[in-house]
């Protein structure tokens, strides 16, 4: 056995002895929001971000679909709604000169409805051909191209939240003996070296019964700083109850 073995499980057996104060486990960042965004229309794509990492604000537009058919098929619906109000109200007027009966005012109020139910429908389609950012975050890939003719329901991005990040903890089964919700902790970050601070949100339900595990979710605590989600570190937890 070699010496980086050796002191491999010395460390671990230093941390795992009972009453010391300070326990360690390794901990993932993982983000709370984390979606891939699809077409809702078809159409040629007209924007999209230039590429992988670009960051985006809540509300910014992500996508532009070429919106032209279905501005004109707006329009057109406009045109017919206007004609058959213009036909149910002269009805309602000669129905009070008795020279047409209920059944053709009510025949007419009918279409009129309908073609008030036919521009709300192309009214989305028009309002769906730009994708707005539900979250901050960043583009994860590109599943599309701009100029892209693009179906609909087509996934064109994938991206991630940065504002609303937690960490994963795979801790022993044991700890559960003085682990509680609520708990605070200090995350030791490897690709920045910086420590955050950190509360336990959740304990896991279940113990994996090969390993004699469980799993912690942490919220950070802010400020944190060039953070990012799949980032990995040690997470130090105070036993001393």
Known sequence: MNNTKKLL?????????PGHAEETARAVISSLDRTTISTEVAGKILYLPS?????????AVLAK???DLYRAQKRKILFQKNIAYQQFKKNEQLNKLNSIGAFEVSISKEEYNKQIA????VSVNVKRCKIYAPFTGRVVEKLANQYQIAKAQQEILEIVGTGNIEA?????????SWL???????LVIDETQTEIKATINEIGAVVD???QTVLVRANLIK???NIAPGMSGTAKFNSEK
């Open 223 to 225: 400020p944190y700083d």
């Open 65 to 67: 679909i070429d919106c």
């Open 51 to 59: 590429g992988e990492g670009d960051s985006f604000k809540k509300g």
């Open 180 to 186: 509680k919700k609520g708990d605070g902790l200090t």
């Open 168 to 176: 994963k903890i795979v801790v022993d089964a044991t700890w559960l």
């Open 209 to 211: 019964p090969a390993s």
């Open 118 to 121: 036919e521009l709300d429908i």
């Open 9 to 17: 499980m010395l460390s671990a057996c230093f941390y795992l002895m």
